[in-house]
Nanobody, 116 residues
Framework: QVQLVESGGGLVQPGGSLRLSCAAS????????MSWYRQAPGKERELVAA???????RYADSVKGRFTISRDNAKNTVYLQMNSLKPEDTAMYLC??????????WGQGTQVTVSS
């Protein structure tokens, strides 16, 4: 059974940091591109960051220099370190595992709220 379980979200003040984790099971983690998406109320889901099987990364322009995605294939876990958080980073953050259009999985998400 495929599972992606996100954790680490919460309420943080502007300028603060959070580290999200996504623990995967039920598939060959190292074979998948892992990504973090986010969706704010009334907005479309957007890609935040992705990490390839070999470790290459890409980021949305809005988070470059503030967020860092990493993966630990031994622990079947992908992380998102978020620094210098802004109110506009407030959203539900979702983990995605992708190998093809027909084979990709989503977690349930973890809420991040940036507010003073």
């Amino acid at each position: 059974q495929v599972q992606l379980v996100e954790s680490g979200g919460g309420l943080v003040q502007p300028g603060g940091s959070l580290r999200l984790s996504c623990a995967a099971s039920g598939f060959t983690f190292s074979s998948y591109v892992m990504s973090w998406y986010r969706q704010a109320p009334g907005k479309e889901r957007e890609l935040v960051a992705a990490i390839a099987r070999a470790g290459g990364t890409r980021y949305a322009d809005s988070v470059k220099g503030r967020f860092t995605i990493s993966r630990d294939n031994a622990k079947n876990t992908v992380y998102l370190q978020m620094n210098s958080l802004k109110p506009e980073d407030t959203a539900m953050y979702l983990c995605n595992a992708y190998v093809s259009k027909m084979t990709n999985y989503w977690g349930q998400g973890t809420q991040v709220t940036v507010s003073s």
